[in-house]
């Protein structure tokens, strides 16, 4: 991953975790401790406490954006199931508000309401993952993204249902936040 994109991982204000220093402190590969406290002490939280807190978050769709927000970042895991999960879920709640609106495909288009929903939950989680909107025009992010919708119908049709899908991932946060919470409150 470039190192400048990788700086701007995770650090929009929507994805940012109340508990989120504590997940990722000792989440590395070189954080095993094998003590378990002394002088009748508890022993210390550790990396398996918080990869259960994850591992312990109630909807698959919340976990899924908590792993990605504490190892996303390592070139070694492989995020792409996690990231697939998040955006089939927001996808599966673009259409959802389609129906409610009787909303179908842009006329004239090359995609099915379907898959332009399919492309704008990737595009809405890419960007917010990585911070980019400011750097992109409307038309910019449609092309980056393989959207081939006119930017003026985009925002003017299209851009309510992008930001639904913002407000779908603040709510996924929201359910990180407090399934973590409760977890650390279990610790104590």
Known sequence: MNKILSQRFATSPRLELQHGDWLK???GAKTVKFDIG???????VNWEDKAAAIGLIESRHAKALASLLV?????????????????????????????????????GSYHTLEELAKLVAR???????????GLYTVEGRLLFSGINV??????????????????????????????????RKRLN
């Not at 595009?123 to 909107?133: K, S």
């Open 38 to 44: 002394s002088g009748g002490l508890p022993p210390e």
């Open 71 to 107: 190892w996303g970042d390592n070139e070694l895991w492989d995020r792409s199931a996690s990231f697939d999960v998040i955006v089939n879920y927001l996808a599966a709640r673009m259409i959802a508000r389609c129906a409610e609106d009787k909303r179908q495909a842009p006329k």
């Open 150 to 183: 006119p930017a003026s119908s985009y925002s003017k049709l299209w851009l309510k249902y992008q930001e639904g899908i913002l407000a779908d991932i603040e709510a996924l946060v929201v359910m990180i936040e407090q399934d973590i919470s409760d977890y």
């Open 123 to 133: 595009m809405t989680l890419h960007f917010e993952l990585y911070d980019l909107w």
């Open 25 to 27: 402190q000792g989440m």
